[in-house]
């Protein structure tokens, strides 16, 4: 039997940012120009978005950039990244819209007005483990809506106008520990919808 544990906070979930790690001392009796440790940027970023390593992971912040299409993120990374894309105008994901970018590790989509999520829209990121949906427009999990997200571990969509999950819509998400899915309008959710998962956090507050 999974046991879930049910939130009972109230207000949208936020991570905590993660402390910093200590700052090497310096070997050399001269104090460096530059900080030689794993926070330096190593790799290029682009117009009009900026980026930053925060322990050993780039974080691109391409939010609030006006962007309707992922294709406008036309650059892709060596080392693994996080990316956020909230508050622009992606109202739809087409298929195939991430494949240039598969060492993605979180994607941050919330506050878009996100209508739809095409079949394939995800293929590529075979190392996703974070993907945040929260404060759009959804209204439907489709049985092939996460294909591809193998590696997802948190899944983060309230908010939205969620009013019908397909029973098979997390059946190749078998790391899925994490669901939030507060806020919505769905009525009832289907028989065995949680059979290939173990969550050990399940928010439906305000939902069904």
Not at 56 to 66: A, E, K, N, P, Q
């Amino acid at each position: 039997m999974q046991w879930v544990t049910l939130a009972v906070v109230l207000g949208c979930v936020r991570l905590s940012p993660a402390a910093r790690s200590p700052t090497p001392t310096p070997t050399s009796t001269h104090t460096p120009l530059v900080d030689n440790s794993e926070e330096e940027v190593d790799e290029p970023c682009f117009d009009p978005c900026t980026c930053e390593v925060k322990e050993g992971v780039l974080h691109v912040h391409c939010d609030g950039r006006s962007f309707i299409n992922v294709s406008q993120v036309s650059h892709s990374w060596v080392r693994p990244f996080k990316l956020n894309l909230q508050r622009n105008s992606l109202r739809r994901l087409y298929s195939n819209g991430f494949l240039h970018l598969g060492n993605a590790v979180s994607i941050n989509l919330g506050n878009n007005a996100l209508q739809d999520i095409r079949v394939g829209a995800f293929h590529g990121l075979a190392k996703l483990r974070r993907l945040y949906l929260h404060e759009n427009k959804l209204e439907v999990f489709r049985n092939d809506t996460f294909t591809g997200l193998e590696a997802l571990e948190y899944l983060q969509a309230d908010c939205n106008v969620i009013k019908r999950i397909d029973s098979g819509a997390l059946r190749f998400l078998y790391k899925l520990r994490v669901l939030i899915l507060n806020d919505n309008l769905i009525p009832v959710l289907p028989a065995h919808l949680f059979r290939s998962v173990s969550l050990t956090h399940l928010d439906l507050r305000g939902t069904v």
